[in-house]
């Protein structure tokens, strides 16, 4: 049942072309501008950057077309993403195939004056400074992590690109040289070695010294590895066979009242043709406590998955997104299985979901990408005000105290 009281939507952007599961990368909030950006890749070879920013005197909103040197224009762009390098500021790489059937990965990176805090404006010198690599496979996901490669003293960010049956890395010997692929055993042992086609890979720095690294592939089969990065080995692993492809996995943290480090990270995974499903403590337990997301398998196929705290009570939730237009919001996964607190329906499929605050107002929105557009869905604010005004209450008693 649709519950109007969690989200309402404040904005629609139309696209002229669809994007993909692949398709869109944040761009994180900086100290002068604390809103989120995003890049939206399409289909038809252009690229959008998606703001919304409303002030007093200046309002921005919508997005816009950023072009791209040698993105061919009846391109197909599969996947994008981007990070900060420290001076070299930001970095941006996009897989394409062409209408002849080749395939290539360009990264665009200036390797001219310093940059370090990002601007918009920095985007039109960036888009004409890149390298290109042609590529002899189909690519699916384009990620990334700052990693140590074997032997080296200190850590450096790469690209990591799915595609074939086995994973690709991309990476600069330091922040002025180009990049290069290299051997992927160097960086990510586990990563080594492929169960099947690999269709989305989700990397996260649970300390200083250990990762989490979970996989998920074409014929269902998801594995998890807890590995040292300081000496690239791995701790433990564990494998579960699920039936369907897998489009997106999210491991996320809920360890704040925990003396535990692994204790409470859940994974949840998103899978075509069955219902999503959440594994609770999953550094410890691995695959042993699943929360099952009930109706979100009800639909055509599930598409994606996002993953954020409620502004107003601190929870965790969960976002799904379905290719039968719909949007499930979960929260509170003690039981094995969970019911949607909240449900949206769209006029057309929705193919990515983002949980970011891209209005710089400190709290996170909801974005939806459907087959025509964006979508910005703002967190009800009544709810908002009223546990500001609880907070302020508790304070003011507490200073009578």
Known sequence: MENKSCFWEIDFDRLPCQTNIYGVT????????????????????????????????????????????????????????????????????????????????????NYGDNVPEFHERDLDNLAYTFKSFALNFTPFQLTHRKVKRCNDDSPRSVFILLGDDRFHVYSQISDDVEFVEDEIKDYFTELAVCESIPTYLEIYAVNQTIRATAVGYANGKICLFLVDSSTNAIIKSWKIQHSSIISQLVLYPDNRNHKDKYANFMLVVASTREEAVVYSDVLNLGFEKPVILRSSGEGDCVTCCAVGRDNCDGTIEIVIGTYDQRILLYKNFSTPIVEPTWVKHFAHPVLKTELCDITGDYITELIVFTTKGIHILQRNLHNVLNVYKNVLKDAIMLKKD
């Open 26 to 109: 944040k761009i994180a909030p900086t100290a002068t501008n604390p809103s989120s950006k995003l890049l939206v890749a399409l289909a038809n070879g252009k690229i959008y950057m998606c703001d919304h920013q409303e002030h007093s005197s200046n309002i921005q909103k919508g997005s816009k077309e950023v072009p791209f040197t040698y993105i061919p224009p009846k391109c197909h762009v599969i996947s994008i993403d981007s990070f900060n390098c420290g001076a070299r500021g930001l970095i941006i790489g996009v897989t394409f195939a062409e209408e002849s059937g080749e395939n290539f990965l360009n990264i665009y990176c």
